[in-house]
């Protein structure tokens, strides 16, 4: 009986080591929806980047796919003081987990946005602040309605005009980082009379807000509200922001660390056979019935990009630390797994 004790204990993590090195090597290849684009990840408070997104932030920030990914942080989270330290925290993880520079993390320091969980966030104020970074002319009622086509421009041309471009407009904010978390107009969008906006993938929360967080659930709905005012009006386009959520799950698995993953990726499998199988109109589907490989896609954090998610919260979110934060970077699993899910928005 101690032999064969011994044995386990010996061979077991060897193979919880393998199954984790074979699930975060054999996902599908990223889909084109989200190559070569302007990605914006929307959170609540500094850390929610290396909490929960860690997984997709480092894969869509690998330099192979040719993104530009910036995060956008409704609060300086300043519940207990500490505003100021938690902005500067958040650019060091943001870095540590992939994005380019500093200038990339943008925090509003907004009253309309007060860190905390009895704080009520209007997801319409959401959605104002977002078209005012990028979608203008839907806040401008004097715009002209056929706008000029953009021209191509160079990647350093690109970095260059973000570099010069104007901060966020809110006569409600208080301040703000160092550069605008606006982006110029895609070459691709030539069709004046159409939806249109300055970015391609917004990342947020889903409706369940994962921990419950009421900033976090006003982010998905102040997204969403977004978007429908980009739609609105232009009924038979594709919107041309995609909205991908990260979906909420129960606390047996949100504490599962990297034993969630193979679950999540049978899951995924499954609803994708079946959904072509059957072809069902369920919210997700395309005009065909049947859903898109891009509806739903996984990341899971191999062993080296687990051990830098927690780089990002211990060395980088310092006055977070705080007890329970071990147990989550120890056991949570969206430190290991994210399984984004696209959202459809249609115009009203």
């Known amino acids: 009986m101690a032999f064969g004790t011994i044995v386990t204990l010996t061979v077991l993590p060897v193979l919880i080591f393998a199954l984790w090195h074979l699930t975060s090597t054999m996902l599908p290849p990223m889909p ?22 860690s997984p997709a932030l480092q894969a869509l920030t690998r330099p192979s796919l040719q993104n530009h990914l910036k995060i956008l942080c409704m609060s300086t989270g300043n519940s207990e003081g500490l505003g100021a330290t938690r902005k500067q925290e958040l650019e060091k993880a943001a870095m540590t987990l992939g994005l380019r520079r500093k200038e990339d993390v943008f925090v509003l320091d907004d009253e309309r946005f007060k860190d905390g969980m009895k704080e009520e966030w209007k997801p319409e104020e959401i959605a104002l602040v977002l078209a005012s970074a990028f979608a203008p002319h839907l806040n401008s009622p004097s715009a002209p309605a056929v706008p000029a086509t953009p021209t191509p421009e160079s990647d350093k041309e690109k970095d260059k005009d973000k570099r010069k471009s104007k901060s966020l407009p809110s006569k409600h904010t208080k301040s703000s980082s160092r550069t605008s978390i606006s982006t110029p107009p895609s070459p691709a969008q030539k069709e004046a009379d159409g939806p249109r906006a300055t970015i391609d993938v917004l990342i947020t929360f889903d409706k369940g807000g994962i921990s419950g967080h009421p900033n976090h659930v006003a982010l998905y709905h102040g997204a969403s509200s977004f978007l429908q005012k980009i739609m609105k009006g232009h009924s038979g386009y594709a919107c041309p922001v995609t909205l991908y959520t990260l979906p909420s799950i129960s606390i047996v698995r949100k504490y599962s660390f990297v034993f969630d993953a193979i679950p999540t990726l049978l899951m995924g499998i499954y609803e994708s056979i079946f959904g072509n199988l059957f072809g069902t109109t369920t919210k997700g589907k395309t005009a065909t019935g049947s859903k898109s490989a891009a509806d739903r896609v996984m990341f899971v954090n191999d062993i080296f990009r687990y051990w830098k998610a927690r780089e990002a919260m211990i060395r980088g979110h310092k006055s977070q630390m705080v007890w329970f934060r071990w147990g989550w970077i120890g056991l949570g699993r969206y430190m290991v797994v994210n399984d984004l899910r696209r959202e459809r928005i249609v115009a009203n």
């Open 32 to 53: 084109a929806l989200l190559r070569n684009k302007r990605i914006i990840l929307l959170i609540a408070h500094p850390d929610d980047e290396s909490m929960f997104f």
